[in-house]
């Protein structure tokens, strides 16, 4: 079965950082780009960051640049986001997605369930 | 960057009838290069992630019923849903992929009349 299974979230104090995680299972994790996309619960869909295949190639929205990066271990099947500089708009539920292409240009196939970030003081 | 807009915001269509919900891009999604415009469909139900419908405007996903359709070009984009079912009662998103960054419409929200 194709998963993908988000972990790191939790409640942080605006500045700090937190890592987000996830574990691919059930496909060939380097054949595929990979993609963060975040939800505040009740509102719509944001993206945030994409990388190809080897990381070769990232992307961000541009409200996180400089703040948030995303990598990949392809001998570990696993999606980071380092995400430092939070601000209490970065709460919401951030899903692990694949993209059903190598590079990050391709339709959203695989969505993880979510790992929530709250941002608090 | 590339602004999706749906519309309506809310649906409620009857059972068995047919939902159409709209959405348009700021500028063109299509490549002549490759002659596909890069436009997804996904819908969304209460405490589920998404789920991709279509891709390539008019491609329809594995396993998704086939009264589930896309069409449009450039900046115009349709989904159709030929003949309402329960199941269906979800909050469906448009989304380029087109450029970075990519973009979500608002969302339109599917009831039952």
């Known amino acids: 079965e194709v998963q993908l299974v988000e972990s790191g979230g939790g409640v942080v104090r605006p500045g700090g950082s937190l890592r987000l995680s996830c574990a691919a299972s059930?496909?060939?994790?380097?054949?595929?780009?990979m993609t963060w996309v975040r939800q505040v619960p009740g509102k719509g869909l944001e993206w945030v960051s994409g990388?190809?295949?080897?990381?070769?190639?990232?992307a961000y929205a541009d409200s996180l640049k400089g703040r948030f990066t995303i990598s990949r271990d392809n001998a570990k099947s696993s999606l980071y986001l380092q995400m430092n500089s939070l601000r209490a708009e970065d709460t919401a539920l951030y899903h692990c997605?694949?993209?059903?292409?190598?590079?990050?240009?391709?339709?959203?196939?695989?969505w993880g369930q979510g790992t929530m970030v709250t941002v608090s003081s | 960057d590339i602004v999706m807009t749906q519309s309506p915001d809310s649906l409620a269509v009857s059972l068995g009838e047919r939902a159409t919900i709209n959405c348009k891009s700021s500028?063109?999604?299509?490549?002549?290069?490759?002659?596909?415009?890069?436009l997804a469909w996904y819908q969304q139900k209460p405490g589920q992630p998404p789920k991709l419908l279509i891709y390539?405007?008019?491609t329809r996903e594995s396993g998704v019923p086939d009264r589930f359709s896309g069409s449009g070009s450039g900046t115009g984009f349709t989904l159709t849903i030929s003949s309402l079912q329960a199941e269906d009662v979800a909050v469906y998103y448009c989304?380029?992929?087109?450029?970075?960054?990519?973009?979500f419409g608002q969302g339109t929200k599917l009831e039952i009349k």
């Open positions: 500028q063109s999604v299509f490549y002549s290069s490759n002659n596909k415009n890069y």
């Open positions: 390539w405007a008019s």
């Open positions: 059930g496909f060939i994790f380097d054949d595929y780009g």
């Open positions: 990388i190809s295949w080897n990381g070769g190639s990232t």
């Open positions: 997605v694949r993209i059903g292409y190598s590079t990050t240009k391709g339709a959203f196939d695989v």
């Open positions: 989304q380029q992929y087109y450029d970075t960054p990519y973009s």
